[in-house]
């Protein structure tokens, strides 16, 4: 690959040396003369650019920089991920798709230009798109349908029974058969180790565009809106309803039958115990100090109750 | 299936026309005149019930809702949950416990009706009673004891080494070995991507009739109580000892060595490092707010101290 | 095995008939005469010791204890936890390495003595050094690095691609491919289910001596420093820096970027949205309470910065 080509494929202007040939990319700390860097602030702008192949940056960047090669872009973060795609390694192994390595149910129906890896299990009556990538040791349980232009990362488990069970007489549990099932929209990216459950009557929804991170428990009934992003250990109680492009920090906690809006922001590690109406960012964190001054700052926290009443505070009630 | 034998095999009383054929259950949104749908609270009564093939209600109901057909029921989500497995597909495929798709260690016993998906792993020395099911990939690591009526969810490993590790002379990590096994009562319903531990010594107890969601981590040693429900993503730490039929709400941690009565109630993301010796319902939580609203409350948290002193507050002391 | 193998195989002092056979460890509530037990603090020794095949304790435990077989360590944990190692059962299925049960890229170098359970996945240019031990059902993507000594629990996925991702113009999610890999060093020991993702451009990297227990998610491009422990159900988010011989404890959350130094101990559950640039132990929690009275506290909570502005309390500006 030369700086033109890649310029061509990315429909982005450069300057320099059409010629220059680029083998890979390189971060700023390793620059390499084969390799092209990002360059997205001007803080990481630097003498030692010089030994960058190529520097994606802003236009207004490249006076600045000592180099004579250049991919121009005024989304340089977006034309990177673009370009990363270009130098992916062909795997040749383990064979994908090998009636071998795949556990198929029956009366399954799969698109063009499928690709699954070793161990992986798909269950009967489960219908996937075009161009759908599922990886290792993943299972799609039974009447799953998963839309075109999806990747599904290893180990993720999608379809389960969702977790709704009924105490009997004798203090006893009895499962419900969650009967639903579970759609995933196009272009959704799923990461390894997620499980995703079945809804109870109707569906569970992953909507076009969203994307998932590792370890996120979805449990039945949930509705995810469109290009919704969920990072890592997210786990979301029955019955949400997730908002479009809301962006949920790793280990957020959504508890049963929560509403989000539209361009929600979830802090990490936050709870969500009451439906969120307004788009903007939420935070719910307890701060984190040394130990010993958190063990002061608990106790407190335990009495605050008592401290306003004795102080004779009024202006609100609990 | 009709109407009446549906009544007779869930032993409820039925009102209506004993022919009435039901092919399935339908939620409230998507009423069927062929499906029952479920009514658990009056404010779920309205016109377009009569759409319904049968209704599921307590009696006093019935004369509030326009439609003919009833199954009569004083715990009618009980009733819900019983009629739901009628409905649940039978699966083909993959096919279940053939030799090529289980990895069968040796000296396994197996009790009758079992089930086993693809890609399980069975080792060496487990017991396993009857009626038991075991989803896809799931690994059941050496010397593991299974009662009867147990489900355990796709990716779910059970029995792998706790971690048990003691720093030695040049702070390196020296790991136990884990000696212990796993037992897991009857009637035990275990969720997808769980990982339970072996214990050190003793076994690690799963005791009957406890419900287990998706992604629940539990460490060497703990024991649960009888018909305690834990729900997704809840990690348990070495040694605890939970009592019977608690209800661990959604991302609850609880650290290593605590006691937890019967009856006890934990709100879902809340922190348990107190041991819980009477029942009734815990929580600790952050509440979430705007972030900028957040920044200062967080702000003031991490002082608390330092004001209580500044206001010459005394009536506890830390 | 007999007490003097023991001893010698252990280099450790031993009191008592050399020939005392050692049929394995037991806890100290079921003693017996043919298996040896712990004894780490004065306050467990008592009356029925005298039913243990032989104790370990440090020296001037000797003369309290009533029994004549000793194991005479000051570090007793380290020799029990050497001494587990003995006892460890031998399994014979499912058969380890075989073609059958192992799905293998091309271009892969594997050492000597490796253990492989069933259902592994190793993709193309993996390379694992000497005495390396991968549980079942585990995923290697591509080109991950894996050194001597790593023991690699059942379901864990090593190399899937991270969580960069960049919006487009139309708000939807352009997904960067990971051009980085996974290096785990010497004698690190990971967990079941674990999620480890390689790098954008340079590798993630867990240092060696590093542990890991169940369900840890660790992010793209972060670095462990040697000789961490990690506890259950941790998430570390993308780039993070962590120390050398931190304690991160269970389901602690570390946002993104954070780098700690030498020697930190976080405590269960704590979030760490800032870095940690002195040692010691740092604790973040909200205290659990009766529901009732937490639902007092999170109202006043929330009403924090109000309060202390109608206090007139000036002391601090947040």
Same mark, same amino acid.
């Given at each position: 690959l030369n700086l033109l080509a890649i310029a061509k494929n990315?429909?982005?202007?450069?300057?320099?040396?059409?010629?220059?040939?680029?083998?890979?990319?390189?971060?700023?700390?390793?620059?390499?003369?084969?390799?092209?860097?990002?360059?997205?602030?001007?803080?990481?702008?630097?003498?030692?650019?010089?030994?960058?192949?190529?520097?994606?940056?802003?236009?207004?960047?490249?006076n600045q920089i000592k180099n004579e090669n250049f991919l121009i872009s005024e989304n340089p973060k977006l034309t990177?991920?673009?370009?990363?795609?270009?130098?992916?390694?062909?795997?040749?192994?383990?064979?994908?798709?090998?009636?071998? #390595?795949?556990? &198929? =149910?029956? /009366?399954? %129906? @799969?698109?063009?230009?499928?690709?699954?890896?070793?161990?992986?299990?798909i269950e009967d009556n489960v219908a996937i798109g075009n161009n759908v990538t599922i990886s290792h040791n993943v299972v799609i349980h039974h009447g799953v349908k998963i839309e075109d232009n999806v990747f599904i990362g290893s180990g993720s488990i999608i379809g389960s029974e969702g977790f709704g069970n009924v105490l009997d007489q004798?203090?006893?549990?009895?499962?419900?058969?969650?009967?639903?099932?579970?759609?995933?929209?196009? #272009?959704?990216? &799923? =990461?390894? /180790?997620? %499980? @995703?459950?079945?809804?109870?009557?109707?569906?569970?929804?992953?909507?076009?565009g969203v994307i998932i991170d590792n370890s996120v428990h979805i449990a039945h009934n949930v509705i995810i809106g469109e290009n919704t992003a969920i990072a890592a250990k997210v786990g979301i109680a029955g019955s949400c309803k997730i908002g479009?492009?809301?962006?949920?920090?790793?280990?957020?906690?959504?508890?049963?039958?929560?509403?989000?809006?539209?361009?929600?922001?979830?802090?990490?590690?936050?709870?969500?115990?009451?439906d969120l109406m307004e788009s903007g960012t939420y935070t719910g964190i307890m701060p984190i100090s040394k130990h010993a001054s958190w063990k002061r700052i608990a106790f407190w926290i335990t009495k605050l109750?008592?401290?306003?009443?004795?102080?004779?505070?009024?202006?609100f009630k609990p």
């Open positions: 990315l429909d982005v202007e450069f300057l320099g040396n059409p010629n220059q040939e680029l083998i890979g990319i390189s971060s700023l700390e390793n620059l390499n003369n084969k390799k092209i860097c990002l360059v997205i602030e001007k803080k990481y702008i630097c003498e030692s650019l010089k030994n960058a192949g190529a520097v994606i940056c802003p236009k207004d960047f490249v990177f991920a673009k370009l990363s795609q270009f130098f992916k390694p062909y795997l040749t192994n383990p064979i994908y798709h090998s009636n071998l #390595n795949l556990y &198929l =149910g029956e /009366n399954v %129906s @799969i698109g063009q230009n499928f690709t699954a890896g070793a161990g992986v299990v004798e203090s006893k549990w009895s499962h419900i058969a969650h009967l639903g099932s579970v759609l995933i929209g196009s #272009n959704v990216r &799923l =990461g390894s /180790n997620c %499980s @995703i459950d079945r809804g109870t009557i109707e569906d569970t929804i992953i909507n076009s479009k492009r809301n962006m949920i920090g790793g280990m957020v906690g959504i508890v049963d039958h929560i509403e989000t809006v539209d361009d929600v922001i979830i802090s990490a590690t936050s709870t969500v115990s009451k109750d008592k401290i306003l009443k004795n102080l004779k505070y009024k202006r």
